[in-house]
């Protein structure tokens, strides 16, 4: 069973960055597909980005552009989201998740292993 932990999380400042880690336990992420999530207080969760693992190819929504990236380490069964220049719109619970999406890459329902969540919190 494949079970997803991620870290990095916490509190910062407008204009600062942070690295969120998921790492992967019980299986290998070779196979999969990751995706990045968030929930931000009182609205729906939200996909904002993905990776394949095994090629790298890597998707992002619009409103996030520029400012995240997401990038692999397969030997070290880990993935992470490079998240710069935050503003207090960040703030959210970040969530990761494991799957073979068939449609689209950044919808939830495509995938079917997540991780805890992990906050973040933008403020000064």
């Known amino acids: 069973q494949l079970q997803l932990v991620e870290s990095g999380g916490g509190l910062v400042q407008p204009g600062e960055s942070l690295r969120l880690s998921c790492t992967a336990y019980?299986?290998?992420?070779?196979?999969?597909?990751i995706g990045w999530f968030r929930r931000a207080p009182e609205k729906e969760r939200e996909g904002v980005s993905c990776i394949k693992m095994d090629d790298g190819w890597t998707y992002y929504e619009d409103s996030v552009k520029g400012r995240f990236a997401v990038t692999k380490d397969n030997p070290k069964n880990t993935v992470y989201l490079q998240i710069d220049s935050l503003t207090p719109e960040d703030t959210a619970v970040y969530y990761c998740?494991?799957?073979?999406?068939?449609?689209?890459?950044?919808?939830?329902?495509?995938?079917?292993?997540w991780g805890q969540g992990i906050q973040v919190t933008v403020a000064s």
């Open positions: 998740a494991a799957g073979k999406p068939f449609y689209s890459c950044i919808v939830g329902g495509e995938y079917d292993y």
């Open positions: 019980g299986d290998r992420l070779d196979n999969y597909y």
